[in-house]
């Protein structure tokens, strides 16, 4: 069939099947089905060699899990052939392609006939929602809304099912209607016991059913006088094509003479009109049953609908419907009278059932060749261990040539001046800050022998957008100012408490308590900040306000504060990882590895850090990595796809921060974006219209991520967390979204996995060992909410460092905390 736009042109061929075979081996059965197809392409000399998307109608019941698959559960009507039930025939027809060798198809989909035979209708009648079939079987399929299905994923929109309803009464549910007459039919058939209703309705069945009434009815003298033939006896001879004959309108009485006499019968015209009785009474009935099936099915979708009246167009096929004289009139009138709010149109299809399933392959093809399109485009975030292998090792490159201080190394490796875990003994009380994104947080902390049991005071300040960008001494003007607050809130103003200042960006530290800024991140473009030491900027600024004094006694990383706070709870702590707005982590490193430019003049380096922390047996330091800036000389280039450039030229820092950009909470939101419209430019989503609402930076955010794709989230929610975002999604476009969502997160877990790896082997090798047990002290949003991110992130660790064992020590807001502990511990003279 070849269809173009609207207009189907199509050639067949019908192909008998033997008896034989329809009792016989399955494979030979299918084996006649695919020699029939190549004498049909040879025949209508189509291609061999040509690719053909092929559908396959199978009118059998099948539980499909997809388009191109379904496993046969049942034979019905006279078709019993061996070692097909519950196999897939799609593979079995594939098979027998292959078998049969020399045509080049591809079987997409299989269809029921009911569902084909909707296809074809629907193809015209918009409104045809339901596919009927009473030929030799008799079925219907609807379209059922997917919430109901529990089958199939999903409740957002409908799916054709298929009701194989010629099983109903199989169950029992008939036993008040059956006759004895169906009885016989059915203990004679095949299938005893089942397709009960399918016996009282299809053209396979109503000749019969005629027959063992007329049969009774002779034997009990009310017929021919009481003569039985033994044609009569015999079972097949009254067909249904006989019993439409019977009730043609105007040859019927003398139809149903010959058909009796060529039972060897000499009936009198009395017996005729009897005999034609016998036949309208089945087939009334026949149609009858057919209209009460209707109507359920019709009632269902009106429910579903909410609706009082509807309008819906019924498919039809099937040798009883098209070519017994009055079924159909019958049929209708009955209908009308079960459901009379409902406008039925019954549309006769022709050569439905292959017309429909060539559609229904059409519509697959096109919906495959878009996934195609979309899967090459996240292909292009999916990393193969080879890949992640290699991040792995220029992680590693990175670290070393840090530490080197060699040229303009992507990661800065910078010292911390922290040395030691707390061991609690910290006591008295101390205040820490944190500069974070949008806000900025304080704490007093009382330590009463370490942390245990020590009692947490805080508030939290909104740092105004626009101070982001300002100039330097406003932010910590306003700094301070949140700082004096806290200080007169909690009533310490005077007490000159030390103080541990979280400050979440690389700084070039020569002290535990003073450090440059070396660049901004995470989207701060604060002016005259870079190059100076913000210790002495916050001092300044408390100063400019002459109301009191701080003692800031130590300058913290985030990484390395949530280091400290989880090596409190556990000694084998000595990474500190955070992937939230930014992404960035801190390790226990030897000292000898270490170059440090000291405070003092002394420039030295090396194992000199010690010697300012009076405790002379020190061997390691906490070192912050800044591993964001891996890529920043081009080591990323290779896996760095359209999106993430489109990220990276979008951001305030281009070319700065690439690994931070593809890792972070900050970013993933707007790299799905860019790849969203991307699907968009290419006509793959939202119907190829690139709306104003797609085209806002940071209209998803990393959160929204986290809500679409956690896994039991209906298609439904998707859509409605896109449309609050103004982005007006159909279903098709939620599953796209999901997807892109989920390889731009997983990408990013599969990166930190991979510098995480990096980072404990060296460790471990630092140390010459086998093998090795390590914490690491996790925070983050990304880390923390999103539904997949930490276990992919640990399964990447476990693979690619088979030789150690991680735990992720997930910190509640540690890292103040940790602030905390280490201005105790210098206070104590510990770091
Ligand atoms: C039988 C089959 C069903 C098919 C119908 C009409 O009832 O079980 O799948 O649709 O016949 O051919
Ligand atoms: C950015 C900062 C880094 C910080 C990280 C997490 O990468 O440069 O210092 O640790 O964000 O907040």
Known sequence: MGIRRGEVEMEEKTYPIPKGLLEGKGSELFDHVSESLKDFLQEKNISLEKKHPLAFTFSFPCEQSSLSQGLLLSWSKNVRAR???????????????????????????????????MMTCGFEDRRCEVGLIVGTGTNACYMEELRHIDLVEGDEGRMCVNTDWGAFGDDGALKDVITEYDREVDAASNNAGRQIFEKMVSGMYLGELVRLVVLKMARLG????????????????????????????????????????????????????????????VSFR????????????????????????????VGVDGTVYKTHPQYPKRLHKVLKRLLPECRVRFILSNSGSSKGAALVTAVAQRLASQKQKVDETLSLFRLSYQQLQVVKARMRAGMEAGLRREGRSELKMLPSFVYNSPDGTEHGKYLAFDLRGTNFKALLVNFKNGLQKAELYNKIYTIPPEMMQGPGAELFDHIAECVSDFLDYMGIKNLGLPAGFIFPFPCKQTAIDAGTLVCWTKGFKTTDCEGHDVVKMLQEAIKRRKEFELDITALVNDTVGTMMSCAYEDPQCEVGLIVGAGSNVCYMEELRNIETEQRDGNEEGGTDGAKTTGVAEVERMCINTEWGGLGEAGSLDD???????????????PEKQRFEKLTSGMYLGEVVRHTLLDLTRQGLLFRGRVTDALKTPGIIQTKYLSQIERDRLALLQVRSI??????????????????????????????????????????????????FDVTVGVEGKLYKLHPHFSRVLQETVRVLSPQCRVTFLPSEEGRMKGAALITAGVRQMKM
């Open 722 to 771: 896109l449309q609050r975002l103004g982005l007006d999604s159909t279903c098709d476009d939620s599953i796209i979204v999901k997807e892109v969502c989920g390889a731009v997160s997983h990408r990013a877990a599969q990166l930190c996995g991979a510098g995480i790896s990096a980072v404990i082997d060296k460790i471990r090798e630092n140390r010459g060992l086998d093998h």
């Open 286 to 313: 026949s149609s009858n049953l057919v209209a009460a099936g209707l109507a359920a099915i019709l009632t269902q979708i009106q429910r579903n609908r909410n609706l009082r009246t509807f309008r819906v167009s």
């Open 83 to 117: 070692g097909v039930l519950g196999k897939d025939v799609v593979q079995a027809l594939r098979e027998a392609i292959d078998r049969t060798g020399g045509m080049n198809v591809e079987v997409l989909a299989m269809v029921n006939d009911t569902v084909a035979t």
């Open 222 to 281: 009310l017929l021919f006088d009481g003569h039985v033939s033994d044609a009569l006896k015999t079972k097949g001879k009254i067909t249904t094509a006989h019993v439409a004959a019977m009730e043609e309108t105007k040859n019927g009485l003398k139809n149903t003479r010959s058909i009796l006499m060529g039972l060897n019968l000499t009936p009198s015209q009395n017996d005729c009109v009897a005999v034609q009785h016998v036949g309208t009474i």
């Open 639 to 653: 896996i760095i796809t359209p999106s993430d450039v489109e990220v990276d030229q979008n951001s305030v820092n």
